[in-house]
């Protein structure tokens, strides 16, 4: 069996995956996109289909940075200091993800839907499959490390090595499929990263060769977090502990099925 991890697992993109909220303003607007709306200075700002890679990055900035935000954009008005600092609280508590945090409609918080606590992410493939008509069983003599041998059958029977419904010998009563699970873990960080400014436009370099295309026209601090694939250390972005190239060796029995009823 020759497989491959890059062709058998399909990798998420957590930094461009849009952050949706199903709270009280998402409900009342209609729009599950539209996280953060306030008044401020006559003018209604609105925080809408912000991906993950922005919101971490928007929850760097502390509320003296909001202050700056919010008077070189919008002028200066009394209510500055509360303003920036509900900007700062939104967008931290919801990075950090603390049990009041709001969430979208599938019960995700902000933290799960950008897999921010986690820097790696699980898949199970299957890498080989057995067919196995009715009369037909087998027994392993051989595999390689696998998470899981899964065992399904057409009379609606299917079990698991895993949860141990599933004993040495397989199939034998029904058309039956035997597969083999490897388990394959994925790689993800999100890395600081400094990038160069233009005063109140976009930013127009970056030091660690970051995409700055999630950056937007109005940010003008120094640094960006940007989703990065691999580990933070130069490591592979994927890896399981399945060889990619294994051999599997069987024995396979001619069984006799009992209809007990019939007797």
Not at 64 to 87: F, K, M, P, R, V
Not at 198 to 225: A, E, H, K, Q, V
Request: charged fraction near 15%; include cysteine.
């Amino acid at each position: 069996v020759n497989w491959n991890h890059a062709d058998d697992i399909q990798i998420i993109d957590y930094g461009s995956r849009i952050v949706t909220l199903n709270d009280t303003l998402q409900q009342t607007s209609g729009e599950p996109n539209l996280l953060y709306a306030l008044v401020y200075n006559g003018n209604l700002i609105e925080f809408r289909d912000v991906n993950c890679e922005q919101f971490y990055s928007y929850a760097w900035v502390d509320d003296n940075d909001w202050q700056d935000y919010l008077e070189n954009n919008y002028g200066y008005e009394s209510g500055l200091s509360t303003a920036a600092n509900q900007l700062e609280n939104f967008w931290q508590n919801n990075r950090y993800s603390y049990s009041n945090s709001p969430v979208n409609a599938d019960g995700e918080s902000v933290s799960q839907q950008c897999l921010f606590n986690t820097e790696r992410t699980y898949h199970y493939p299957t890498v080989f499959q057995i067919q196995l008509p009715v009369g037909q069983a087998l027994d392993f003599m051989s595999l390689p490390n696998l998470d899981d041998i899964t065992l399904e059958c057409d009379d609606g029977f299917s079990g698991s090595s895993s949860n141990g419904s599933v004993g040495s010998y397989l199939g034998g009563q029904a058309n039956c499929t035997v597969s083999g699970i490897a388990q394959v873990t994925s790689h993800h960080y999100y890395d600081w990263g400094g990038v160069g400014t233009i005063s109140g436009g976009n930013n127009n370099s970056s030091n660690t060769g970051g995409d700055l295309s999630n950056i937007p026209s109005w940010w003008s601090w120094s640094g960006w977090y940007f989703y990065e694939v691999g580990t933070d250390y130069g490591g592979d972005e994927t890896e399981s502990y399945t060889p990619l190239e294994f051999a599997v060796y069987f024995t396979t029995y001619f069984v006799e099925v009992y209809d007990l009823d019939s007797e």
